[in-house]
C-alpha cells in the first residue's frame, strides 16, 4: 500500500510539473520548429528539428546575443558578491554591535516594499549625470540596492543562530571584530551566503525593467536582447524562443549545481533540537 501511494504521489507531482513548464516547453520545441511549422495550424508536436533559429541568435549580423550573454554573467556575479560583501558586516553591526537595530534596518528593508517603477526617473537622472547610462556598472549599481534588504534579512536571521559564545572565546584569544567577522562568522555562515548569493544571482539575471531604462546598446542583457527580434517586418517567435532557451541555461545550471545550498540555507534555523 504505501509503494503504491508513493507511485500515486509521484505520478501527481509529474503531472502538475509537466503542466506548470507548459510555457517552457513549448518555447523549447517552437526554437526547434521551421518557420513553417511554427505557423501551422494546427499546432505540429511531431516535426523534423532544425537549429536554425539557434544559429540566428548567435551568428546573425545586427544581434550580438553573445555580448548580452557576457553582460548578464558580468551583471548577476557582480551583483551576487557586492550584496554578500556589503550584507555580511552589516548584519553583523546590527546583531552583535546593535548598530542601526531601531532605524537602520527597518528603513533598509523599508524599501524593498516600494515598486521599483519609483526608482526609475531619479536613477536615469543621476546616471546620465555620472556617465552611467548604458554601462553594466550602473545596472550592478541598481541591482545591488535592489536585492541588498532580502539579502540583510536572510543574513541577519543565520547569524541569530550562531552562538555568541564562539565569538566570546575568540575574543578572550585575542581576535579582532574583523577577524571574528571573516575567519569565524563568515565559515559558519557558508549556507546563508549560498543562499544569498544565488538568489541574488537569480534576481540581477532576471531584471528587465531597469535594463530597458538604462542599458540602450552597450550594457544589454539577455532579457532586454531577446526582444530585439520583434521587428517593424514581424515577430521571429523560432529567434525569439531560440534566444530565451539560451537564456535561461546560466541560472538553470547554477540553480541545479548549487540547489543544495540553496534548500539547506533557507531551511536552517527552521528545526530547533
Avoid: C
Avoid at 208 to 232: D, N
Amino acid at each position: 500500500m504505501k509503494r503504491k501511494k508513493g507511485w500515486t504521489v509521484t505520478g501527481i507531482v509529474l503531472v502538475i510539473a509537466l503542466f506548470l513548464n507548459i510555457p517552457l516547453l513549448n518555447t523549447i520545441l517552437t526554437s526547434l520548429k521551421t518557420e513553417g511549422d511554427i505557423s501551422s495550424s494546427p499546432p505540429k508536436f511531431v516535426f523534423s528539428p532544425t537549429m536554425e533559429h539557434f544559429e540566428n541568435v548567435l551568428y546573425a549580423a545586427g544581434y550580438n546575443f553573445p555580448k548580452f550573454l557576457l553582460n548578464s554573467i558580468l551583471l548577476s556575479v557582480s551583483t551576487s558578491i557586492l550584496v554578500i560583501l556589503i550584507t555580511l558586516p552589516s548584519a553583523y553591526s546590527i546583531v552583535r554591535l546593535g548598530f542601526g537595530t531601531k532605524r537602520l534596518m527597518p528603513l533598509a528593508t523599508g524599501i524593498r516594499l516600494f515598486p521599483p517603477i519609483i526608482f526609475a526617473i531619479p536613477y536615469y537622472m543621476m546616471f546620465q549625470a555620472v556617465g552611467l547610462l548604458d554601462t553594466v556598472t550602473g545596472l550592478v549599481l541598481i541591482n545591488i540596492f535592489l536585492n541588498i534588504p532580502l539579502a540583510l534579512l536572510i543574513m541577519i536571521g543565520f547569524l541569530q543562530e550562531i552562538p555568541k559564545e564562539i565569538e566570546e572565546s575568540a575574543v578572550m584569544d585575542g581576535a579582532s571584530v574583523f577577524q571574528i567577522l571573516w575567519r569565524i562568522i563568515m565559515p559558519l555562515m557558508g549556507p546563508g551566503v549560498a543562499s544569498v548569493g544565488i538568489l541574488t544571482f537569480i534576481f540581477s539575471w532576471n531584471d528587465y525593467l531597469f535594463a530597458v531604462i538604462i542599458a540602450l546598446s552597450e550594457a544589454t542583457p539577455v532579457t532586454l536582447g531577446a526582444t530585439m527580434f520583434i521587428t517593424s517586418w514581424g515577430i521571429k517567435w523560432g529567434d525569439i524562443s531560440a534566444a530565451t532557451v539560451l537564456s535561461i541555461l546560466p541560472p538553470l545550471l547554477f540553480t541545479f549545481f548549487a540547489q543544495k545550498y540553496l534548500v539547506k540555507g533557507l531551511s536552517a534555523g527552521s528545526v530547533k533540537g
